[in-house]
């Protein structure tokens, strides 16, 4: 009898018992707040016993509180199971082959209501019955190398993606798919940028900002272009593939280091900053927006640089940041730190007895700027004059993020600091470049007569 109350305790139960209504049934509940049609849905073993979850309609699920309810009517019974059929992927000769590894992002998934988990489909046959549309553009192999949350992705995590990459290059893959989660995703991106020189096939990060059970998934079709885009593209770099517009009208391919997650959930949070895209990609064809990239070729060689050095930190400045936050850096045996600094490249004159003492022990420090576009430019100001007289670097017109992988990638490899810096300013995968296009810079503002006009014809 239990089982067909799935998840419900408490309150909620006894609701559902008194009026006779099952999970997976049919139902109308009347609320004080209105009437709600749709499946009544299990509940999470962990969740609490004063709602009772609906799934109208639209797709989406309500929550109502029991509370409200006044009555509830049950009109039909189909018992669901939420499992991705699993099928055999199709073979071709005729069409590329693609290795898609897993970190643990959730591209195709199920729910499972036992838990309130989202379960994700990883194996081709799993993937083949979520997303069918993939056995037209590729052979698909994939591999599960790590299953973490994006926050939990690091050095460890990046080196070992790194060698694995490496290794199918070297047996012939024609190109590399990484599902990852979004949130740490841009910097992911620019380690493998870094440890990964010159491939002779793309390189592809993709995720989505909404899980697969939700009807506004940006998942099924974020994996069809990053496909597409492995096993077609002509760019052969480190690209993160995700919704251009919050439409499903086409995605952009960004590079790996002038990338950043911008948005906390909109389907087209990443954006090229300081730069534009390298491609717009949809079902049909890609067309490239850039001619400066590097390009797939026949061979398999490939230079993996898999170094990493875990003491390092990045400090975005704000006004009256103490000094000990860097002598604690230095005192705990920190080897690199990167600040994002205010303006041109600027902290306050009490850090700055800090700043020399790091230098002096030998720890390497570089500036960036926290406005995210522009250039650092410490020569400008008697405080970055200043800065620079006592150990500061200036990183150009690197994201804060970047540099930051970008000197831990560098520190693995030596622990010369001319070596370093000479690393630091050596543009390798346009995380620095010669200037900034006046279309690399976008941002509008809202309530503006002419943006106004201007959003009305275009995609938010």
Known sequence: MADIFKGYKGRALDLLKSYNVRVWSQAVIKTTRGDFKGIILPRSEFDDDRHIVLKIASGYNVGIDVDTILDMIEEGYKEAHYKIPEKEF?????????????????I???????????????????????????????????????AVFSENMGPQQYTKLAVSIGKEIEKGIDGIVIGHGTDTMHHTASALAFMIQKPPVPIVMVGSQRSSDRPSSDAALNLMHATKAAAESDIAEVMVCMFGPTSDEYGLLHSGCRVRKMHSSYRSTFRTLGDIPLAMIDREKITPLRRNYNRRRGDKNVTILPYFEEKVA??????????????????NGYKGIVIAGTGLGHVNK????????????????????????????????????????????PAENMLPEVAYV????????????????????????????????????????????????????IHK
Not at 129 to 146: H, Q, R
Not at 433 to 446: A, C, D, I, K
Request: include cysteine.
């Open 406 to 457: 970008k000197l831990g990638w560098a520190l693995g490899q030596t622990g010369d600091l001319e070596k370093v810096k000479e690393i630091m300013l050596t543009p390798i995968c346009d995380e620095i470049t010669e200037r900034e296009p006046y279309n690399g810079y976008l941002v509008f503002q809202g309530g503006i007569p002419e943006i106004e006009e201007f959003l009305k014809r």
């Open 314 to 331: 990045l400090i975005y400045y704000y006004p009256n940041m103490m000094p000990d936050i860097i002598d604690a850096l230095v005192d």
């Open 108 to 146: 195709a998934s199920r729910l499972d209501y036992r838990t309130g988990a989202v379960i994700p489909a990883f194996s081709p046959g799993e993937l083949y019955g979520a997303v069918p549309e993939l056995a037209d553009i590729c052979n698909l192999t994939t591999e599960k190398l790590f």
């Open 90 to 106: 199709p073979f071709s000769e005729d069409k590329p082959n693609v290795k898609l590894f897993g970190t643990g992002g959730t």
């Open 350 to 393: 009490p850090v700055y007895p800090a700043v020399e003492r790091a230098t002096k022990a030998g720890v390497a420090i570089f500036m960036t700027v926290q406005t995210l576009w522009g250039f650092v430019h410490m020569f400008v100001y008697d405080t970055g004059r200043d800065l620079m007289s006592k150990g500061i670097i």
